[in-house]
């Protein structure tokens, strides 16, 4: 499948884990951060005064912008864009 073809059916390609062009917001990469730290999102949520749904949105959207599926591989994610959201 062509590059044009994703885009003319709606579809998005992910970006890779280190790829420069991955950015995190200041709260999601916050939120990222203490998830690594071994926080539950509860304890997250008290901690930057959201809720835990709130949280796991955060989550969802980190884990689809850094290309993973867990959050045994969110500090190697991290640490490859940490400069690009610093």
């Known amino acids: ?20 062009g991955v950015e995190l ?4 990469a916050q939120i990222a951060r ?6 539950t999102n509860p304890e997250i949520a008290a901690r930057v005064f959201l809720s835990h749904r709130t949280v796991e949105w955060h989550l969802r959207k980190v884990f689809t912008k850094l290309a993973i599926t867990s959050r045994k591989e969110l500090a190697r994610a991290l640490r490859a864009v940490e400069p690009a959201t610093a």
């Open 34 to 39: 203490l998830a690594c730290d071994g926080h």
């Open 1 to 20: 499948m062509r590059a044009g073809q994703l885009g003319e059916r709606g579809e998005r390609r992910q970006k890779r884990t280190g790829d420069p």
């Open 25 to 28: 917001t200041p709260q999601e």
